[in-house]
C-alpha cells in the first residue's frame, strides 16, 4: 500500500493530464502583493486586471463562462492547446510587480517613511508587516488547518481509479472495495506534503522579512538586500523544480535508443506482412495517449498535443466505445475462430481505418504482447454500394452508428450538388493499393462501369490533391474523416499526392529573401568600397 501511494499523482486538482501545479515562488508573490501597495506607477492597476483575467481563464471548465466567451470572441484564442497554457501570463506579472515593488521599497530612506495608499499615508514598515501577514498568514493557516483551504482528491479521481483497476483485470466489486482503502492513504499523504510546503513557504517569507529588516536597520547594503533575496527565490524555486526535473528524469543516449526501439516478438510477427499499409491498435498501452506504437507500426493512435479536430471527434464518438466493446468481448471470444469474427466485425469504425492487427495484453500480469490479426479491415481502399447524404457534420458523425462501412459511404449534402454523385453503385471491380509514401499513395482501379471508392486515408483539403491517370480531379471527405471519389469504367492510375501551396510559397517567399539579403550585402560592400577609393 505505501509503495502504491508513493507512486501516485501528487497532483489532485481537477485538470486532466497535469503532473504539476504553476509555482511562483513564496518570496515572489510576497514581494508582489507589497508592491501593489507601493507602487506609484498606474501600469501596476493594468497589470493587476489582466493576472486576475488569466488566472481566471486558466480555470477553464471551472469557469466556463469567461472560457466560451473567449474560445468564440478573441481571435486566436481556441488554437490554444490548453487553458492552463494562458498561466504564463501570471507567471510573468507577478515577478514584475514584485520587482517594481521591490525597486520602490528600496528609494525609501527608512521604513518609516509615509506612503499614500487609498488617500492614507501608511508606513512602509506597516505595510511590509501587513503583506507578509497576507501572505505568510495564508500559509500558516494551511499549515495548521489544511483541510479549510483545500481539498485532496479531485472529483472524478475516485472513479477514474476504478476503471484503471478494471481494465487490469480486477472485477468492478474488488476494484471499488480496492480504491475505497487506497484513496485515504493517498489524501493523507498530499496533506502531509501540503503542510509541508506551507510551513516551507513561511520559512522563505520571513527570511526576506528578515533580509527587508536588516537592510532598513543599516545592517546591510542595498547590494547584499538584491543577493540575498535572490538567492532565496533561487533556492526557493530550484528545490521544487527539482521535483520535476532532476536526475531521473535523464538516461543516457544508449538507454533511451534501448526503450524506444525495444522490439516485442508481437511487433517482429506484426512487421513480417509485407502489405504496403495497414494500421495497428496497441492495446497494451493507452492508445491515445502513448506514441511508441508509431516507431514500428503505422497506429490509429498514439499522441499528439494538436491532434486533427475531427479525428478527435471520431475516438471520442466511435473509437472509445468500440475498443470498450472489443474489451468486454474478447474474453470470451478469444478461444473460438467465429467469435472472435464476429467481435470484429462490430468494429465498424476502426475496421474502416484498416487496422489489420491489434496488439493485446496477455497472461496473469499482461506482461505477454499477443498480435491477433483482424480479418475484417475494410482493406486501404474499397467500392461501396450506397452514399448517403447528410445536411451537417453532426449527423455524418452519428450516422455512421448505423451503417455498414464495408458497403456505404456517408458525405455531406453539398458534396452531391457539386459532383452530380449517384445514390446506388454495383461495387464491382477492384480497386488496390501499388505503393505508399508518406506523400504519396499510389493505387489501380479495374471496374466496368463507374464505382465510388473509398480511401482509408485522412481527408485534408489543404494539401492532398489526386491525379487520374494523371489529371487532377476532385475528391471530397467521407465517413466523416475519409477521402472519397467517384472512379469512371476501365482500368486507371490514381494518385495522391501532398502539394500544399503553403510550403511552396514559403519556399518561394524564403528564396526571395535570401536573394534580396545577398543583393543587399553585395551592394553594402559595393558602397563601402567606392567611398573609400573617393576618400582616398
Request: net charge neutral.
Amino acid at each position: 500500500m505505501r509503495e502504491m501511494v508513493s507512486n501516485s499523482d501528487v497532483y489532485f486538482g481537477d485538470q486532466p493530464m497535469l503532473s504539476a501545479p504553476d509555482y511562483i515562488g513564496a518570496i515572489v508573490i510576497f514581494l508582489a502583493v507589497l508592491g501593489m501597495f507601493i507602487i506609484k506607477n498606474p501600469l501596476k492597476w493594468p497589470l493587476f486586471a489582466v493576472c486576475l483575467l488569466t488566472i481566471a481563464l486558466g480555470w477553464g471548465h471551472n469557469f466556463m463562462g469567461l472560457t466560451s466567451f473567449f474560445m468564440d470572441y478573441v481571435p486566436g484564442y481556441n488554437k490554444f492547446r490548453a487553458v492552463s497554457m494562458i498561466m504564463i501570463v501570471p507567471e510573468l506579472i507577478l515577478p514584475l510587480l514584485a520587482i517594481m515593488g521591490l525597486q520602490e521599497l528600496v528609494k525609501l530612506k527608512s521604513w518609516d517613511e509615509k506612503i499614500k495608499v487609498f488617500k492614507k499615508d501608511i508606513s512602509a514598515k506597516r505595510l511590509v508587516l501587513i503583506s507578509s501577514a497576507v501572505v505568510g498568514g495564508f500559509c500558516l493557516i494551511s499549515y495548521l488547518l489544511p483541510d479549510v483551504v483545500n481539498t485532496f482528491h479531485s472529483r472524478f479521481e475516485e472513479e477514474e481509479m476504478v476503471q484503471r483497476f478494471i481494465k487490469g483485470g480486477y472485477p468492478e466489486n474488488q476494484a471499488r472495495q480496492g480504491v475505497a482503502e487506497f484513496l485515504p492513504q493517498i489524501e493523507l499523504a498530499r496533506k502531509a506534503i501540503f503542510r509541508s510546503d506551507a510551513l516551507r513557504s513561511l520559512i522563505f517569507i520571513l527570511l526576506a522579512l528578515g533580509t527587508l529588516y536588516l537592510f532598513f536597520t543599516n545592517r546591510i547594503q542595498r547590494n547584499l538586500l538584491y543577493a540575498s533575496l535572490g538567492f532565496f527565490i533561487f533556492v526557493d524555486l530550484w528545490s521544487v523544480d527539482r521535483r520535476y526535473l532532476n536526475d531521473k528524469s535523464f538516461v543516457s543516449k544508449a538507454e533511451n535508443q534501448e526503450y524506444i526501439s525495444g522490439k516485442t516478438p508481437a511487433d517482429e510477427e506484426i512487421l513480417r506482412d509485407k502489405d504496403p499499409n495497414y494500421r495497428v491498435l496497441n492495446l497494451s498501452v493507452g492508445p491515445f495517449d502513448d506514441a511508441s506504437t508509431s516507431f514500428y507500426h503505422k497506429s490509429i493512435g498514439g499522441y499528439h498535443g494538436a491532434k486533427l479536430r475531427r479525428y478527435v471527434d471520431l475516438i471520442d464518438f466511435h473509437l472509445r466505445p468500440e475498443i470498450n466493446s472489443f474489451y468486454k468481448n474478447i474474453g470470451k471470444a478469444a478461444q473460438n475462430d467465429s467469435a472472435l469474427k464476429a467481435v470484429f466485425s462490430e468494429l465498424k469504425v476502426i475496421n474502416m481505418l484498416n487496422t489489420k492487427y491489434f496488439i493485446v495484453p496477455a497472461g496473469e500480469e499482461g506482461q505477454t504482447l499477443i498480435p491477433l490479426k483482424n480479418p475484417q479491415a475494410n482493406g486501404n481502399a474499397w467500392f461501396v454500394k450506397s452514399l448517403k447524404f447528410v445536411q451537417s457534420a453532426d449527423s455524418e458523425i452519428v450516422g455512421m452508428k448505423r451503417m455498414d462501412t464495408k458497403t456505404e459511404a456517408i458525405l455531406h449534402q453539398k458534396y452531391r450538388e457539386a459532383n452530380g454523385f449517384k445514390d446506388n453503385y454495383t461495387a464491382t471491380g477492384n480497386i488496390q493499393l501499388l505503393s505508399y509514401k508518406p506523400n504519396e499513395l499510389e493505387y489501380s482501379s479495374e471496374s466496368s462501369e463507374n464505382q465510388f471508392a473509398v480511401f482509408s486515408e485522412i481527408y485534408y483539403e489543404k494539401g492532398w490533391n489526386v491525379y487520374l491517370d494523371g489529371e487532377l480531379k476532385p475528391h471530397v471527405q467521407v465517413n466523416y474523416v475519409l477521402r472519397g471519389m467517384e472512379v469512371p469504367a476501365g482500368k486507371h492510375t490514381l494518385v495522391f499526392r501532398f502539394e500544399p501551396k503553403t510550403y511552396y510559397n514559403g519556399n518561394s517567399l524564403a528564396m526571395a529573401g535570401s536573394i534580396l539579403l545577398l543583393l543587399s550585402i553585395a551592394a553594402g560592400l559595393f558602397l563601402h568600397r567606392r567611398n573609400n577609393v573617393i576618400v582616398s
